[in-house]
């Protein structure tokens, strides 16, 4: 079709590769980071397990500063860090530094919710039965919190596809760097088209994938 003349299909399908694979590298470790930071914000709060209102509020603090930080100026913030972990700011490599710090203490909070959500009853049930905090939490609290964690996984990737799609401002790759590159740079409407349908697939792929894997492990 003559409008989609500009499109160059082979750059477009190693954007969307490049896309994927940040949204997959920086997934991994804001799970890995998010999910302990997240336990530890439950256990740590008041009325909980490890009750420590001190580390509590310092580990609180350092969560909200982070998140409130928009994620552009974070990728700004952040370039000599990024460059120091991944020896570049652009390109994928560049990208998922920022993207990690950006997400992981928005999938913490997530999890802590996830774990205020589980039924008082259970924690107490097992600490009668002479359960310590470790046993707790793997054989109780992460059980029973799991459908909530997954849809907290689930709105994570969601906002790490617009993250990718953002650090495309500084050379980050991938999709968002061939909407702002072609796009808007060059005024080539077909290519920003295709870039955002492709975004608005993935968005809605993750959702649903997502939605089943919640629905699977909730409780009937």
């Given amino acids: 079709m003559a409008f989609f003349t500009n499109v160059d299909w082979a750059e477009i399908g190693q954007a969307s590769l490049d896309t994927l694979t940040m949204l997959g590298g920086s997934l991994i470790f804001t799970i890995l980071l998010g999910l302990p930071l997240g336990v530890l914000l439950f256990l740590t709060a008041r009325r909980q397990l490890l009750e420590q209102p001190i580390l509590y509020a310092a580990l609180s603090f350092v969560v909200n500063v982070l998140r409130s930080v928009p994620f552009v100026i974070l990728l700004i913030v952040m370039i000599p860090l990024t460059v120091l972990i991944a020896g570049t700011s652009l390109g994928v490599a560049g990208a998922i530094p920022p993207l990690v710090v950006g997400a992981t203490p ?13 039924d008082r009853g259970i924690i107490e049930a097992a600490q009668a039965m002479g359960a310590d905090t470790k046993q707790i939490v793997f054989g109780a ?7 909530g964690i997954l849809a907290g996984v689930t709105v994570t990737a969601i906002t790490l596809v617009s993250y ?8 980050g790759g991938g999709l968002g760097d061939l909407a702002i590159r072609f796009g808007y740079q060059r005024f080539q409407t077909d290519v920003m088209v295709v870039t955002v349908l492709l975004l608005l697939a993935l968005v809605q792929v993750l959702q649903m994938i997502g939605d089943r894997l919640v629905i699977h492990y909730s409780r009937k």
Avoid: C, K, Q
């Avoid at 913490?108 to 205020?116: D, F, I, K, M, W």
């Avoid at 609290?141 to 459908?147: K, S, T, V």
């Fill in 164 to 171: 990718a799609a953002m650090s495309g401002v500084i050379g």
């Fill in 141 to 147: 609290l992460l059980p029973e919190a799991r459908p």
């Fill in 106 to 118: 928005f999938f913490a909070r997530l999890v802590e919710t996830a774990l205020r959500e589980v």
